[in-house]
């Protein structure tokens, strides 16, 4: 069984720092790519960012770059993004996701998809 378990959200003030956190378990050998995504009330999910197995392949969404780094511990199984410079817009339930793709942008090419924590941003 597959599970994507995500922590370390929480209510912060613009321009503060987070740490996110996914634990992964039961993933399929050929679900390499981990990855973020995020929803606001009212919008569809969007991309944060993606990283490969060797960690040599990123991508960000552009409104993240410079400000989030995604980072994994393959020994762990945990994939973070750690969160700096925070705006308001920032605020949303953020996702960890697996796919077999390297690195794609595109939620529908994302198959397991984790339970969702909140960050919120106080201007």
């Known amino acids: 069984q597959v599970q994507l378990v995500e922590s370390g959200g929480g209510l912060v003030q613009a321009g503060d720092s987070l740490r996110l956190t996914c634990a992964a378990s039961?993933?399929?050998?050929?679900?390499?790519?981990m990855g973020w995504f995020r929803q606001a009330p009212g919008t569809a999910r969007e991309f944060v960012a993606a990283i490969s197995w060797s960690g040599g392949s990123k991508n960000y969404a552009d409104s993240v770059k410079g400000r989030f780094t995604i980072s994994r511990d393959n020994a762990k199984s945990t994939v973070y993004l750690q969160m700096n410079s925070l705006k308001p817009e920032d605020t949303a339930v953020y996702y960890c996701?697996?796919?077999?793709?390297?690195?794609?942008?595109?939620?529908?090419?994302?198959?397991?998809w984790g339970q969702g924590t909140q960050v919120t941003v106080s201007s």
């Open positions: 039961g993933l399929p050998y050929t679900y390499d790519t």
């Open positions: 996701v697996a796919s077999s793709w390297t690195v794609v942008a595109g939620a529908d090419r994302y198959n397991y």
